[in-house]
C-alpha cells in the first residue's frame, strides 16, 4: 500500500545558530612562507594520487616504493617530486592549484631544498 503524506516538514529557524570559535579551520596567509618539506610532501601526494602520474615519476627518477619510504627524511628525494614537477608545466600549474599555492612556490621549495 502506497501512503502519501501530505505534511510539510517543520524547519527550526537558524536565528540563534553561533559558529564555534574554536571550530574554525586554520588558514595560513599567503605571505606565510610554507617550509620545504611540507610543500614536497604534499607535492608528492599530489603526484601518487594518479596511477599514471606515479608511474612516470618513479620511472624517470629511478626510485621505487621501498626506497622513497626510506629516504623521506632525505632533502634529495623530497625535493624529486617539485623536480618531477618543474620538469613538467601542466602538472606544476595543477599541483600548485590542489595544494593552493602558485607553481612559484613549488619551485622555490625545491631550491630551497637543493640548496
Known amino acids: 500500500m502506497i501512503r502519501f503524506v501530505t505534511e510539510r516538514p517543520v524547519y527550526l529557524p537558524l536565528t540563534n545558530y553561533t559558529l564555534a570559535k574554536d571550530r574554525t579551520i586554520p588558514h595560513h596567509p599567503a605571505s606565510e612562507p610554507t617550509q620545504?618539506?611540507?610543500l614536497a610532501l604534499a607535492a608528492l601526494g599530489w603526484v601518487?594520487?594518479?596511477?599514471?602520474?606515479?608511474?612516470r615519476y618513479l620511472e624517470l627518477t629511478?626510485?621505487?616504493?621501498?626506497?622513497l619510504r626510506a629516504g623521506?627524511?632525505?632533502p634529495a628525494i623530497?625535493?624529486?617530486?617539485?623536480?618531477?614537477?618543474?620538469?613538467?608545466?601542466?602538472d606544476l600549474i595543477r599541483a600548485a592549484e590542489a595544494l593552493a599555492v602558485t607553481p612559484e612556490e613549488l619551485v622555490a621549495a625545491k631550491d630551497a631544498l637543493q640548496s
Do not use: C, I, K, Y
Not at 48 to 55: N, P, V, Y
Not at 78 to 90: D, I, T, Y
Open 36 to 38: 620545504p618539506q611540507v
Open 48 to 55: 601518487l594520487e594518479s596511477e599514471e602520474r606515479a608511474a
Open 62 to 67: 629511478g626510485l621505487d616504493p621501498e626506497s
Open 72 to 74: 623521506l627524511g632525505d
Open 78 to 90: 623530497l625535493a624529486s617530486p617539485l623536480e618531477f614537477l618543474a620538469n613538467h608545466e601542466p
